[in-house]
């Protein structure tokens, strides 16, 4: 069975830092594109920063310069570094991961993990 589990999310003062987690297990297939992504409320969810297999990465425009998706293929981990953090960061974020065929193959999503930046 397949789990993708976030960690890590919390309630932040705007300029704070917040370090999130994504742990998975049971995926039999190599990952070659892991993905947060958040949902506000009233919101449509959005990518946040994906990264693939060869380190490459993709941020949304508002993070650029303020989070980071590093990952630690042995531990089947992705993180996302977030700082400066603002209030209009304020979302449910989510973890994705697939098989880097723009998500056409396997794609798996966590349950997320709320984050709160208060002013």
């Known amino acids: 069975q397949v789990h993708v589990v976030e960690s890590g999310g919390g309630l932040v003062q705007a300029g704070g830092s917040l370090r999130l987690s994504c742990a998975t297990s049971?995926?039999?297939?190599?990952?070659?594109?892991w993905g947060w992504y958040r949902q506000a409320p009233g919101r449509q969810r959005g990518s946040v920063a994906i990264?693939?297999?060869?380190?490459?990465?993709n941020y949304a425009d508002s993070v650029k310069g303020r989070f980071t998706i590093p990952r630690d293929n042995a531990k089947n981990t992705v993180y996302l570094h977030m700082n400066g953090l603002r209030p209009e960061d304020t979302a449910v974020y989510y973890c994705?991961?697939?098989?880097?065929?723009?998500?056409?193959?396997?794609?798996?999503w966590g349950r997320g993990t709320q984050v709160t930046v208060s002013t």
């Open positions: 994705r991961v697939g098989d880097g065929t723009g998500w056409l193959g396997y794609d798996y």
């Open positions: 049971g995926i039999t297939l190599s990952i070659n594109a």
């Open positions: 990264v693939g297999s060869s380190g490459d990465t």
